[in-house]
């Protein structure tokens, strides 16, 4: 697939705003719980946004999620709509879900509560997800890129078959 085929499955998609806004609700949706859960967000006593030069790397890799999250949804949203078939969007849908769900696994504050609801499995879960944060979101990053990319392989050929 050729770099003209890529900008035209992007350009085909988000040429209407619906889908735009879309990709906005997705990617504020899960921007604010990630920032509030990594703590670089504080809702109270103001809105205030915490970086660190430490954190700044972390924050960025929740903001490239986010923003390839709510990419990859809306354009997977196109899709369904184009095609009408959901047989054949079971791969890109799956992994949009797992590369979503696999960065939202920061659970720094919400440790305590998973260690005293679950007792060792928590623990163990917890620490092994704190650990791990930032391999964990760039294996997720990956995971969405990969998504996109064959969900715009997938766009171009399927309006070349149907124009």
Known sequence: MNHCCKLYSLKLVFSNFSYVLISGL???GLFIPLSLVSE???LEPYIVFSLYPETVFSFSLILVLSILAGVVVSMNVFRVKLIKNTKKMGGSLIGTIIGASAGACSCGP????VITSFGTAGSIASSFLTNYEIPLRL???GILILVLLTTM???S???KINQ
């Open 40 to 42: 670089h967000l504080f």
């Open 26 to 28: 997705i990617a504020l």
């Open 153 to 155: 392989k997938s766009l």
């Open 110 to 113: 919400i440790g305590v509560s």
């Open 157 to 159: 050929v399927e309006c």
């Open 139 to 141: 294996l997720s990053i």
